[in-house]
């Protein structure tokens, strides 16, 4: 796989558990991967699956219990509005929110996890705000800003780092 190839959902879920870690496998979250791998440029889609693996990393390494398949939705499709082309008069985190909570409602996930998600995805650039938001918004921007700003990267270890860029054939 060369670095414009996008991966599959069953190696994300075999990278999870090189990792130890348990990634949600529920048809819903299988449906936001194939929604953002769909949507997305492969550079932008693998950015999804390392946010989501370095997230769940961080979680497991901060000793957090975050609601995974809440985090693994939010993160997946953090970056549909930007996928999209994002709105004249909306940010892209708000068009990305929107279309997440949509999702989540339409996969019977409940008002009140679909108003996470949409808040975890709106805030995931504003991070000094989405960290007092609750454990399941914290989770999510982490993982995202490790693999965008590198924030926590340093708290990977190099085999958690090596896996997940070699799964999305992408590294840092």
Known sequence: MNGSEKPDFSAALAVGRALNLTLPD????RDA???AQTESSPWLFNH???SWLYGAKLAQNRNLTPDAELVAVAVLLHDLGLARGGAPDRRFEVVGADAARTFAL???MGERRAETIW?????HTTG????FKGVDVACTGSGIGCDY???GYQ???EATRKSSCQHTRVSR
């Open 106 to 108: 339409a996969h019977a």
């Open 128 to 131: 000094s705000i989405g960290q």
């Open 26 to 29: 529920s048809q819903t979250v």
């Open 155 to 157: 708290d990977l270890t």
């Open 33 to 35: 991967y194939a929604q």
């Open 48 to 50: 999804v699956v390392r």
């Open 149 to 151: 700003g590198g924030f």
């Open 119 to 123: 808040d975890a995805i709106a805030l």
